[in-house]
């Protein structure tokens, strides 16, 4: 019998069709169902703990495909990540990954090394951020950090705009919303946040971005670091928990995914408040499916302009959200939107999380073929709701391509009234 984590891999072969590294490489060891069974065999002492071992099961987008479609109801990503660390303990990981995770566990250092990065990038040679690359993305296609964090931005900018009464708060089931902004919205992509908070005034929604929020964990437990994410996750609830919240928004599927999924099960491990965790879960709801649910197209009238857009479904939003395809459906109501779907909308971009910096080549691969098929549909704007995948597909993507990478509330945001396409400034 399976125990909890799903031991019964048939070894049918349904991932392989769905596995963006088993397509991309074409070799056994890249399938979900060879990582599977190592980790039996590595269980069983049939294999033991080496380099290239970690090196299999590391090199996974943690995309949640194969479990989505495995008949036999495998918890592969809970499995891998068990097995990461294992294999992170007894082999170590690459420095840049080992300083990720460091960061991430404080607040304080996540606002030191932003703000080390900023001064970084305005000394750097151009000619330097031409060559040098994270992977094999140049540093020169890397978004520009916030000029002030996203979360101080909006906290001055709400209190000198005070007294913001709901138009429709008496017929919104949801009146008063926590905003969990993450790390990227908060230091990288504030055009998201602010698109955000304008939507969500304009609809009438009373918005609290709690300032004690921090990193959802994921990278971290992605990377072996589940001893540091107690703390996070502790944080997180106790301001997200916080009395007459009717809504937890994310913009950020991965974000939404930690908080809605995993923060229940860690929470019981750890001997956290389960009662909390259990709360915030049920109140998790992205941004795209918020204002489906709360809000009429009608409300987002056509400005002076009609906009070109194709989207890329991050995978966590398809196999992690409750509504993965809100998004879309978003684009098809705005009437000021042309919507072409690409090909590939639904393939893994290739970026996963830290992917793109691991193993640059195969994450490469995958991308350029995103890009071809983006190009193809005429869009002027490449859609796409994670903050990874907007990384790694703007990525590849120069002036030529006439392609520009946003969240679906920058094109919402576009068609308010008030704003005639100015996305970064707080209404």
């Given at each position: 019998?399976?125990?909890?984590y799903g031991q019964n891999c048939n070894r049918c072969g349904f991932c392989l069709s769905v596995c963006p590294t088993y397509l991309?490489?074409?070799?056994?060891?890249?399938?979900?169902?060879?990582?599977?069974?190592?980790?039996?065999?590595?269980?069983?002492?049939?294999?033991?703990?080496?380099?290239?071992?970690?090196e299999i099961i590391s090199k996974c987008l943690m995309c949640g495909n194969c479990a989505s479609i495995c008949p036999s109801g495998?918890?592969?990503?809970?499995?891998?990540?068990?097995?990461?660390?294992?294999?992170?303990?007894?082999?170590?990981?690459?420095?840049?990954?080992?300083?990720?995770?460091?960061?991430?566990?404080?607040?304080?250092?996540?606002?030191?090394?932003?703000?080390?990065?900023?001064?970084?990038?305005?000394?750097?040679?151009?000619?330097?951020?031409?060559?040098?690359?994270?992977?094999?993305?140049?540093?020169?296609?890397?978004?520009?950090?916030?000029?002030?964090?996203?979360?101080?931005?909006?906290?001055?900018?709400?209190?000198?705009?005070?007294?913001?009464?709901?138009?429709?708060?008496?017929?919104?089931?949801?009146?008063?919303?926590?905003?969990?902004?993450?790390?990227?919205t908060n230091y990288l992509f504030d055009d998201t946040g602010f698109s955000v908070l304008n939507i969500l005034r304009h609809m009438?929604?009373?918005?609290?971005?709690?300032?004690?929020?921090?990193?959802?964990?994921?990278?971290?437990?992605?990377?072996?670091?589940?001893?540091?994410?107690?703390?996070?996750?502790?944080?997180?609830?106790?301001?997200?928990?916080?009395?007459?919240?009717?809504?937890?928004?994310?913009?950020?599927?991965?974000?939404?995914?930690?908080?809605?999924?995993?923060?229940?099960?860690?929470?019981?491990?750890?001997?956290?408040?389960?009662?909390?965790?259990?709360?915030?879960?049920?109140?998790?709801?992205?941004?795209?499916?918020?204002?489906?649910?709360?809000?009429?197209?009608?409300?987002?009238?056509?400005?002076?302009?009609?906009?070109?857009?194709?989207?890329?479904?991050?995978?966590?939003?398809?196999?992690?959200?409750?509504?993965?395809?809100?998004?879309?459906?978003?684009?098809?109501?705005?009437?000021?939107?042309?919507?072409?779907?690409?090909?590939?909308?639904?393939?893994?971009?290739?970026?996963?999380?830290?992917?793109?910096?691991?193993?640059?080549?195969?994450?490469?691969?995958?991308?350029?073929?995103?890009?071809?098929?983006?190009?193809?549909?005429?869009?002027?704007?490449?859609?796409?709701?994670?903050?990874?995948?907007?990384?790694?597909?703007?990525?590849?993507?120069?002036?030529?391509?006439?392609?520009?990478?946003?969240?679906?509330?920058?094109?919402?945001?576009?068609?308010?009234?008030?704003?005639?396409?100015?996305?970064?400034?707080?209404?």
């Amino acid at each position: 019998m399976a125990d909890s984590y799903g031991q019964n891999c048939n070894r049918c072969g349904f991932c392989l069709s769905v596995c963006p590294t088993y397509l991309a490489q074409g070799t056994e060891d890249a399938s979900p169902r060879a990582r599977i069974q190592l980790i039996d065999f590595f269980s069983d002492h049939r294999v033991g703990s080496s380099e290239k071992l970690k090196e299999i099961i590391s090199k996974c987008l943690m995309c949640g495909n194969c479990a989505s479609i495995c008949p036999s109801g495998i918890n592969h990503p809970e499995r891998y990540v068990r097995m990461r660390e294992k294999m992170i303990r007894d082999h170590g990981d690459m420095p840049g990954i080992k300083s990720l995770v460091y960061l991430l566990a404080k607040e304080s250092r996540i606002r030191m090394a932003a703000g080390a990065a900023k001064i970084a990038r305005k000394i750097v040679p151009q000619v330097f951020a031409e060559k040098y690359r994270l992977g094999s993305i140049a540093l020169k296609q890397f978004p520009v950090l916030n000029k002030v964090p996203f979360r101080a931005a909006a906290r001055d900018a709400m209190t000198h705009k005070p007294g913001h009464k709901s138009k429709a708060a008496s017929g919104l089931k949801y009146g008063r919303v926590a905003y969990f902004t993450g790390c990227a919205t908060n230091y990288l992509f504030d055009d998201t946040g602010f698109s955000v908070l304008n939507i969500l005034r304009h609809m009438g929604v009373e918005v609290i971005i709690p300032e004690t929020q921090t990193c959802c964990g994921t990278p971290m437990l992605f990377h072996g670091g589940r001893e540091k994410v107690k703390s996070n996750v502790n944080n997180n609830l106790a301001c997200l928990d916080a009395q007459g919240i009717d809504a937890v928004i994310v913009d950020c599927p991965t974000c939404g995914a930690a908080l809605k999924n995993d923060y229940p099960a860690l929470a019981k491990e750890f001997g956290l408040d389960q009662d909390a965790a259990n709360r915030v879960a049920g109140k998790v709801v992205d941004i795209s499916s918020f204002i489906m649910a709360h809000e009429s197209p009608e409300n987002f009238p056509q400005n002076d302009e009609m906009i070109r857009v194709t989207y890329h479904q991050p995978c966590h939003q398809r196999n992690h959200m409750p509504t993965p395809g809100s998004a879309q459906a978003l684009l098809n109501a705005l009437k000021g939107v042309e919507y072409t779907q690409a090909l590939d909308m639904s393939s893994c971009c290739g970026g996963g999380g830290t992917f793109f910096y691991e193993y640059p080549e195969v994450s490469r691969g995958i991308a350029k073929k995103k890009v071809a098929n983006a190009k193809a549909t005429g869009a002027d704007f490449w859609v796409t709701d994670c903050p990874v995948c907007r990384i790694n597909l703007g990525g590849y993507l120069d002036e030529s391509a006439g392609l520009t990478v946003v969240h679906p509330a920058c094109v919402a945001a576009r068609f308010l009234p008030d704003l005639k396409g100015r996305t970064r400034q707080f209404n």
